[in-house]
């Protein structure tokens, strides 16, 4: 059941969250990408695999994206092909609805513990691959009947690090007695968005789950959902992408250093390895590699309001592994990093929402993407108002969407990406 908070809502939160974060001895250390228990590199292809088959793989993949000018590129990604599920129980208290969150260790947290859906399980976990305990509450996401489910549909992870990863991302509403197990804890709708103001609290596949679950629900989204289809459709008709998975030791400049696989010019991420103790986890130890970025990114979205409407710009993006050739984006999505030496171009509009005075921003916050893949990955997530000047007609690639249109879509698979769901998350606490 809920907790009784003395001061403010979220006390008991913070103290629970830190008893947590003491009670369990967590351990992550770099180690080299040939010495990982479990994972071997492929003698004739240089793949990162596991002994099993399963879990992921890390192969190079070449790409050409021929949409104007064209592009081409190879790099180093992440192959799971496996669907897993991302699912949020749901239960209301008197009357108030509350989600079931956990407190959950991934490698790659810049700050160990986060907060986890319900259940997040890759389909090796939750099938037992590992040969760990099982994971709680998986029943109601697998067992029809044990709850009414409120969405349900297939979502892309990062298409810049995953070739086609999709999760199962669910919400269920159940009136059984649930019990509250070691590391759970009930939270309300309203507490789970404040908290989504804070950084680095509430983890990616939450938010990816939680962008189905407005504060008030979005009923028939506004304006002509079938239009913003249509134009998006039109966007993804005249692009055409083919790719190619090659070895990843034959990936153009892309090289192996003692430890990790980098760019020749430092730029976009490198592949390292970590071994990991965590007491509360279905296995205590194990070891894995890890995506790290150059640096913290930036996700934005330009907003602007019509009376009382607010429509956000999004970005239609083709990106190595996007499943469906193409998603809705933010309006930006980059790392600053790799564009401070001027070689490559800067983003549209990069400069525009990292400058824009405080009384424009109107959500500002740093997330962590997947610490269970990504090894410290940190996003800076922004909306941004659009001043007076800004065109309302939206560039090529571009189309606006309010945040109701954005709800319908999220309910449907291969309409917006993670990064998308993730700022219509955050949109959802904006009043």
Known sequence: MPHDNAVTPLD????????????????????PLDRLEGWRVDPGTGNLVHRTGRFYSVEGLAVDVREGAGRSWSQPIIVQPEIGILGLLVKKFDGVPHLLMQ????????????LSPTVQATRSNYTGVHK??????LAYFTEPGRGRPLADALQSEQGSWFLGKR?????????????????????SLAEVHALLHLDNVIN???RSVLAACPAEPAGAAPGDVTALVSRFTAIKAARSVSRRRIPLKDVP???????RIVHDEGRFFSVLGVDVQAGDREVPRWSQPLLAPA????????????????????RANTEAGTFDGAELGPTVRCAPANYQDGVLPEPAFLDYVLSAPGDRVLFDAVHSEE???????????LVVEADDDFPYDAPDGYLWATPGEMTELVRHSHYLNVEARCLLACLHTLR
């Open 204 to 206: 990616m596949d939450s």
């Open 371 to 381: 610490g269970g893949r990504f090894h410290h990955a940190e996003n800076r997530y």
């Open 167 to 187: 999760n199962r991302n669910m919400v269920v509403e159940t009136t059984e007695d649930v019990p509250e197990l070691e590391g759970f804890r009930w939270l």
């Open 12 to 31: 008991g939160f913070h103290h629970w969250f830190a008893t947590r974060a003491e009670a369990t001895h967590y351990l992550v250390e770099e180690a």
């Open 253 to 259: 400049h892309w090289h192996r250093t003692a430890d």
């Open 295 to 314: 640096g913290r990114g930036v996700i934005a979205m330009v907003a602007r309001r019509r009376g009382d409407e607010l429509r956000v710009l999004l």
């Open 132 to 137: 760990g305990n099982p994971v709680p509450y």
């Open 103 to 114: 407190a959950k260790m991934e490698p790659g947290n810049i700050n160990t513990l986060q």
